[in-house]
Nanobody, 125 residues
């Protein structure tokens, strides 16, 4: 069982930056693939980024490629999402998610076994 707790959300102006963190419980953090998703009101949950369990290969949605960076610190059981050049359309609740061992299909929300409670990111124009 893994528990995930996100932090770092808030209100920022367009063009600004935020760094989200997701702290995980458990002793096998390094074996988990981790993802960030987001959900705006009235929209489906959408993939943002993922980082694989071992070598840390990263994957991004086209909408955030070049602006967001996902990283992980296995010693701290934490995954990060650094967001630059934020746009109003990035406004959403951001969730981190975890699944053990998987390395394919990482953009599918249904793949993930564990989810955090979410953190709100609001980008004003």
């Amino acid at each position: 069982q893994v528990q995930l707790v996100e932090s770092g959300g808030g209100l920022v102006q367009a063009g600004g930056s935020l760094r989200l963190s997701c702290a995980a419980s458990g002793r096998t953090f390094s074996t988990y693939t981790l993802g960030w998703f987001r959900q705006a009101p009235g929209e489906e949950r959408e993939f943002v980024a993922a980082i694989s369990r071992s070598v840390g290969t990263t994957y991004y949605a086209d909408s955030v490629k070049g602006r967001f960076t996902i990283s992980r610190d296995n010693a701290k059981n934490t995954v990060y999402l650094q967001m630059y050049s934020l746009k109003p359309e990035d406004t959403a609740v951001y969730y981190c998610a975890a699944v053990p061992w998987r390395t394919t299909g990482l953009s599918r929300p249904g793949l993930y076994d564990y989810w955090g409670q979410g953190t709100q990111v609001t980008v004003s124009s």
